[in-house]
Nanobody, 119 residues
Framework: VQLVESGGGSVQAGGSLRLSCAASGYTYNVCSMGWFRQAPGKEREGVAAIRRYSGTTFYADFVKGRFTISRDNAKNTLYLQLNRLKTEDTAMYYC??????????????WGQGTQVTVS
């Protein structure tokens, strides 16, 4: 499985971005996908996760009500809508496939990341 993120950028506080993660390879046995982020000097943390077939979602408390995870199975693409961005949301954002909810170490496949900078 190969994952490629896009959609990051620089935005002012209160603004919005939409991240995408295009997957290729054999993904049909992947049950969960997620978005994670890592700020300089900090550990990677879970942001949001979604079950591939049921669509059940799970969010970290710090993004509830602001971020929305979704997927398009036909396009093999995962999305993260980021609204009401805060400066503390500045980080490299990664998508990941094949893990369990927001447990970083459980995911098998990772993208290269896309930078989100909020000023």
């Amino acid at each position: 499985v190969q994952l490629v993120e896009s959609g990051g950028g620089s935005v002012q506080a209160g603004g919005s971005l939409r991240l995408s993660c295009a997957a290729s390879g054999y993904t049909y046995n992947v049950c969960s996908m997620g978005w994670f982020r890592q700020a300089p000097g900090k550990e990677r943390e879970g942001v949001a996760a979604i079950r591939r077939y049921s669509g059940t979602t799970f969010y970290a408390d710090f993004v509830k009500g602001r971020f929305t995870i979704s997927r398009d199975n036909a396009k093999n693409t995962l999305y993260l809508q980021l609204n009401r961005l805060k400066t503390e949301d500045t980080a490299m954002y990664y998508c990941a496939y094949g893990g369990t909810w927001l447990f970083v170490g459980s995911y098998n496949y990772w993208g290269q990341g896309t930078q989100v900078t909020v000023s």
